[in-house]
């Protein structure tokens, strides 16, 4: 890699160039930053999650715990493919109004995550990054529809290709994902205990794990039926803030999965750079000096 110029000033890249460099964006340097998205072509992942209770045997973060494996799985994967692809800090809030009552449900206003995630995303994009992805793992219509809202307000400004949402919960990608997902019953069930043993299994308190029954609510579905009217998951009947089968989770079964939401991912992130490029090559979206 070249030196390159910032501010006027002629700064080192770093040895070995980005591909070297960590795939955390909080672990880089300023001066590592600025070599990784000198090409104009850096993508920036960002994931998404909430703290809020995932059953007796899962921790409050279990949603951060899944974007940022899934990110970091995707950042090497598309780093492989030749893309500067950096995983942002994650965000660790979000829209939970189902959890409260139980201990550790931090919720966002809508309003709120929707400013923060337009800003965290304007900023990438004047930092260099040609691309911003939200990575979400969870799974609130409400929060999802916020993060919906922030990418158009971006799109709005920027241009329709430079942020997307690679989203679990479309046709597209859900129907790639585990039954116990496709019917609705996956908060810290067997899917995404799965993903937090693959992940992190320290974390996963097996003790506990072995002696949780099956519980076969559908909170996808008892959302709809509530039609719009506030429910909490002890009203629905997770009195201990889970629905699914734990007990079943496996690493084997997490892998399986973080395959599925790699391919999910590395798939809009190169669909949108193309999109990018066609759009730029008939002088839709002027291209920028880089300096
Ligand atoms: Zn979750």
């Not at 072509?41 to 940022?68: C, I």
């Not at 309003?111 to 793992?137: C, K, P, Q, S, Y």
């Not at 859900?174 to 995404?192: I, M, S, V």
């Not at 084997?252 to 798939?267: A, F, H, K, N, P």
Request: aromatic share 4%.
């Amino acid at each position: 890699m070249t030196e390159q110029r910032e501010s006027g000033r002629t700064i080192p890249a770093p040895a070995g160039g980005w591909s070297s460099c960590s795939l955390a964006m909080g672990e880089l340097t300023t001066e590592e930053l600025a070599a990784l998205v000198s090409g104009g072509n850096a993508v920036a992942l960002v994931p998404l999650g909430s703290t809020e209770p995932h059953g007796p045997h899962l921790p409050l973060v279990t949603d951060v715990v899944l974007s940022d494996e899934a990110c970091l799985r995707a950042a090497r994967s598309l780093r492989d493919r030749g893309l500067p692809t950096a995983v942002a800090p994650s965000i660790a809030y979000g829209v939970t109004r189902y959890a409260r009552g139980f201990r550790g449900a931090i919720g966002l206003r809508e309003e709120t995550l929707i400013a923060l995630l337009a800003d965290v995303g304007r900023a990438l994009l004047d930092d260099g990054f040609a691309h911003v992805a939200f990575v979400n793992n969870h799974l609130e219509p409400e929060h999802v529809d916020a993060i919906d809202r922030a990418v158009q307000e971006i799109r709005d400004e920027r241009g329709p290709t430079c942020v997307s949402f690679p989203n679990q919960l479309g046709k597209r990608w859900g129907r790639t994902l585990t039954d116990e997902f496709k019917q609705g019953n996956c908060h810290a069930g067997q899917y995404e205990t799965s993903l937090v043993l693959a992940a992190r299994e320290e974390l996963v308190r097996r003790e506990l794990l072995i002696d949780l029954p099956p519980l076969p609510i559908s909170l996808s579905a008892a959302i709809r039926a509530a039609d719009g009217k506030d429910l909490t998951f002890a009203e629905i009947g997770m009195e201990r803030a889970y629905t699914g089968a734990p007990a079943h989770g496996s690493r084997e079964e997490g892998e399986q999965s973080y395959l599925r939401l790699v391919e999910m991912i590395v798939t809009e992130v190169q669909e949108h750079l193309a999109e990018e490029g066609e759009h730029t090559a008939r002088g839709e979206i002027p291209v920028l000096e880089k300096t």
